[in-house]
């Protein structure tokens, strides 16, 4: 199945957005660099602050986007609707904090990165405007991902370029004055953001109303992008009953453990980047400019990483919902592309490097060692380029927590190893340490992954034993018309389905025990775990579905149970075997009491 169309569908759009951000803050330095060293230094601190500010509602976007895009892939309309309230509700309670915190603390903030008073002012009346309007960039943040979950990145792109396009006209205008406008200096261009960023949530908020009721979204049989659909053409019937009944609870939950592990990561690795750039303080101002003006160039690269990590953040959950058996296949193909780019990127650098320093400065020393940077940093941008955006397969498929590990681990490699490689090599040696960390995290990614190793039993949806031969395809019997759960796997009776094979269906409990409550059945009938003990390969099946709505659900690294019920001391109501899958929550001992 080839998954590298539907990626690339997804990633081009995000990319133009990315790089259409990259390219206006460029701009906007450029704008305030004609009022003097110290605006540009202010709004320099005033952009740390606001990547800082940008990691935190990571927490909300990146959870709102993978856990939309799988229950939308799963064709379950309810637990969507569960989900955007669940980021909104996030939204409500996060902003007014930062807000707050921030106007309050806005000028200790600017005297802790800036010694002269005057520019620490600067920073403060930048701080003044950027604060408040913190609510229009996280609100922006929560409708991106909802656009994003569905599998729109074009809508998104649209609206980042357009508040982008307003920021360029604004700038000059609101930071230089014109007719009754006063000259606002560095307030004025964070005005401009604001103002951008408020039109372009308007529009956004204004498309969502249109379409306010989730499509339901069915993953194609060749792997392309899943269509929105007016009905369920992948699991039949829902439920949307089961959605208001949802715990508001479970969904908020599910969305801060998937959002976690992506906050954190970014957040680290910004530490990181302001750790290596005071190591890299040690070899002059002209290193220092160098490498400042070599990450901005590498901004190019590192965007169309970033642009393929959210496609797969994407693509991954919305494919294993239909077709779970592709996960390797998945997580290979994201790889390979990120690599690709890696290596046509670090060519393009190598062959510009020049030309590209050139037309930053003129300063020969810059210069020099600019272009040396460039065109040693393939080392560095390939397997990097792999890390970022396996790192989204892993998010998708519940290895956030264990991801962010690798990421602390590869940071703290880097800072250490570029502390004490250029004792011995200069200031190559800071780019060997980034090289060298790089490659670390993607053997360590890529094994988290299971992409390269031979697949573990009972963890890889595509394993099968070698002795074992392949499932027959099952027909669907029903043996009794007064089933209920032949009638659900038949459609007759509405579920909200989550996890859907050729011999098994998942859907969740009308009456959940735990913030996570599915229940797994063979479709074919067997009564109980003695009948079903009489048919290994169902009974093997039933299991893996279990586990898979484990992994799908974010259950397996925290633990959870699965249970069979047999017999009416046991508590089974319905005499079609089923395993529930429970988690979410510390389940408390086995039995309640005796």
Same mark, same amino acid.
């Given at each position: 199945m080839?998954?590298?169309?539907?990626?690339?569908?997804?990633?081009?759009?995000?990319?133009?957005?990315?790089?259409?951000?990259v390219?206006?803050?460029?701009?906007?330095?450029?704008?305030?660099?004609?009022?003097?060293?110290s605006?540009?230094?202010?709004?320099?601190?005033?952009t740390?602050?606001e990547? &800082?500010l940008?990691?935190a509602v990571?927490?909300?976007?990146?959870?709102?986007?993978?856990?939309?895009?799988?229950?939308?892939?799963?064709?379950?309309r309810?637990?969507?609707?569960?989900?955007?309230?669940?980021?909104?509700r996030?939204?409500l309670?996060l902003?007014?904090?930062?807000?707050l915190?921030g106007?309050?603390?806005?000028?200790?903030l600017?005297?802790?990165?800036?010694?002269?008073?005057?520019t620490a002012?600067?920073a403060?009346g930048?701080?003044?405007?950027?604060?408040?309007?913190?609510?229009?960039?996280y609100?922006?943040?929560?409708v991106?991902?909802?656009?994003?979950?569905?599998?729109d990145?074009?809508?998104?792109m649209r609206?980042?370029?357009?508040?982008?396009?307003?920021?360029?006209i604004?700038?000059?205008v609101?930071?230089?004055?014109?007719?009754?406008?006063p000259?606002l200096?560095?307030?004025?261009?964070?005005?401009a953001?604001?103002?951008?960023?408020?039109?372009?949530?308007?529009?956004?908020?204004?498309?969502?109303?249109r379409?306010?009721?989730?499509?339901v979204?069915a993953?194609?049989?060749?792997g392309?992008?899943?269509?929105?659909?007016g009905?369920?053409?992948?699991?039949?019937?829902?439920?949307?009953r089961?959605?208001?009944d949802?715990?508001?609870?479970?969904a908020?939950?599910?969305?801060?453990?998937?959002?976690?592990?992506?906050?954190?990561?970014?957040?680290?690795?910004?530490g990181?980047?302001?750790?290596l750039?005071s190591?890299?303080?040690?070899?002059?101002?002209?290193?220092v400019?160098?490498?400042g003006?070599?990450m901005?160039?590498?901004y190019?690269?590192t965007?169309?990483f970033?642009?393929i990590?959210?496609?797969?953040?994407?693509?991954?959950?919305?494919?294993?919902?239909?077709?779970?058996?592709?996960?390797?296949?998945?997580?290979r193909?994201?790889?390979?592309?990120?690599?690709?780019?890696?290596?046509?990127?670090?060519?393009?650098?190598?062959?510009?490097?020049?030309?590209?320093?050139?037309?930053?400065?003129?300063?020969?020393?810059?210069?020099?060692?600019g272009?040396?940077f460039l065109?040693?940093?393939g080392?560095?941008? &390939?397997?990097i380029?792999?890390?970022?955006?396996?790192?989204?397969f892993?998010?998708?498929?519940g290895?956030?927590?264990?991801?962010?590990?690798?990421t602390?681990?590869?940071?703290?490699?880097?800072t250490?190893?570029?502390?004490w490689l250029?004792?011995?090599?200069?200031?190559?040696g800071?780019w060997?340490a980034?090289?060298?960390?790089?490659?670390l995290?993607?053997?360590?990614?890529?094994r988290?992954?299971?992409?390269?190793?031979?697949a573990?039993?009972?963890?890889?949806p595509?394993f099968?034993?070698?002795?074992?031969?392949?499932?027959?395809?099952?027909?669907i019997?029903?043996?009794?018309?007064?089933?209920?759960?032949?009638?659900?796997?038949?459609?007759?009776?509405?579920?909200? &389905?989550?996890h859907?094979?050729?011999?098994?269906?998942?859907?969740?409990?009308?009456?959940?025990?735990a913030?996570?409550?599915?229940?797994?059945?063979p479709?074919?009938?067997?009564?109980?775990?003695?009948?079903?003990?009489?048919?290994?390969?169902?009974?093997?099946d039933?299991?893996?579905a279990?586990?898979?709505?484990?992994?799908?659900?974010?259950?397996a690294?925290?633990?959870?149970?699965v249970?069979?019920n047999?017999?009416?001391?046991?508590?089974?109501?319905?005499f079609?075997?089923?395993a529930?899958? &429970?988690?979410?929550?510390?389940?408390?001992?086995?039995?309640?009491?005796?």
């Amino acid at each position: 199945m080839d998954h590298r169309g539907p990626l690339l569908r997804l990633a081009v759009p995000n990319y133009v957005a990315l790089l259409s951000g990259v390219l206006t803050g460029i701009v906007d330095v450029a704008w305030v660099a004609r009022l003097g060293p110290s605006p540009v230094a202010a709004v320099a601190v005033a952009t740390g602050v606001e990547n &800082v500010l940008l990691g935190a509602v990571l927490l909300i976007n990146g959870g709102v986007t993978v856990r939309l895009a799988a229950a939308l892939g799963a064709g379950d309309r309810a637990t969507a609707g569960a989900v955007i309230r669940a980021g909104w509700r996030l939204y409500l309670l996060l902003t007014p904090v930062v807000v707050l915190a921030g106007l309050v603390l806005r000028r200790a903030l600017a005297g802790a990165f800036l010694d002269d008073p005057g520019t620490a002012r600067l920073a403060e009346g930048y701080f003044t405007v950027l604060f408040p309007g913190v609510a229009i960039f996280y609100a922006q943040q929560v409708v991106d991902a909802i656009f994003a979950g569905r599998g729109d990145t074009r809508t998104p792109m649209r609206l980042a370029l357009t508040a982008n396009a307003l920021i360029l006209i604004l700038d000059p205008v609101l930071i230089y004055g014109t007719g009754p406008l006063p000259a606002l200096g560095v307030a004025g261009a964070a005005a401009a953001t604001a103002l951008g960023r408020a039109a372009a949530l308007a529009i956004g908020v204004l498309l969502l109303r249109r379409g306010a009721r989730p499509p339901v979204v069915a993953a194609s049989p060749d792997g392309g992008v899943p269509a929105a659909t007016g009905g369920d053409a992948a699991a039949g019937a829902r439920d949307d009953r089961a959605g208001r009944d949802l715990p508001p609870g479970a969904a908020v939950g599910a969305v801060l453990r998937t959002g976690a592990p992506i906050a954190g990561d970014f957040l680290v690795r910004m530490g990181g980047a302001l750790v290596l750039l005071s190591l890299v303080g040690r070899f002059g101002v002209s290193a220092v400019a160098a490498y400042g003006i070599g990450m901005k160039v590498l901004y190019f690269a590192t965007m169309a990483f970033y642009a393929i990590r959210n496609a797969a953040t994407i693509h991954t959950p919305r494919t294993l919902s239909a077709h779970p058996g592709q996960r390797r296949a998945v997580g290979r193909q994201v790889c390979v592309l990120a690599l690709l780019t890696g290596v046509l990127a670090s060519a393009l650098f190598a062959v510009l490097a020049p030309l590209v320093m050139r037309a930053f400065t003129a300063d020969r020393a810059v210069a020099a060692a600019g272009v040396l940077f460039l065109r040693s940093v393939g080392g560095y941008l &390939v397997p990097i380029a792999g890390v970022i955006a396996v790192a989204g397969f892993l998010m998708a498929t519940g290895r956030g927590p264990r991801l962010f590990a690798v990421t602390v681990a590869g940071t703290v490699a880097q800072t250490a190893l570029a502390w004490w490689l250029p004792s011995r090599l200069g200031l190559p040696g800071v780019w060997l340490a980034m090289a060298s960390a790089a490659v670390l995290q993607l053997a360590l990614v890529v094994r988290l992954a299971g992409l390269t190793a031979g697949a573990v039993p009972g963890r890889d949806p595509e394993f099968r034993h070698p002795f074992k031969p392949s499932p027959v395809p099952h027909k669907i019997r029903r043996v009794d018309n007064s089933c209920l759960f032949c009638r659900i796997v038949a459609g007759e009776i509405p579920a909200t &389905v989550v996890h859907r094979t050729e011999t098994t269906v998942a859907f969740r409990d009308i009456d959940p025990k735990a913030p996570t409550h599915v229940l797994v059945i063979p479709v074919d009938h067997h009564a109980d775990v003695t009948a079903l003990a009489a048919d290994p390969s169902a009974a093997a099946d039933v299991l893996a579905a279990a586990a898979a709505v484990a992994e799908a659900e974010g259950l397996a690294a925290d633990g959870f149970r699965v249970i069979f019920n047999t017999g009416r001391n046991a508590g089974q109501e319905v005499f079609h075997v089923h395993a529930h899958v &429970v988690g979410g929550a510390p389940l408390g001992p086995m039995l309640a009491g005796k």
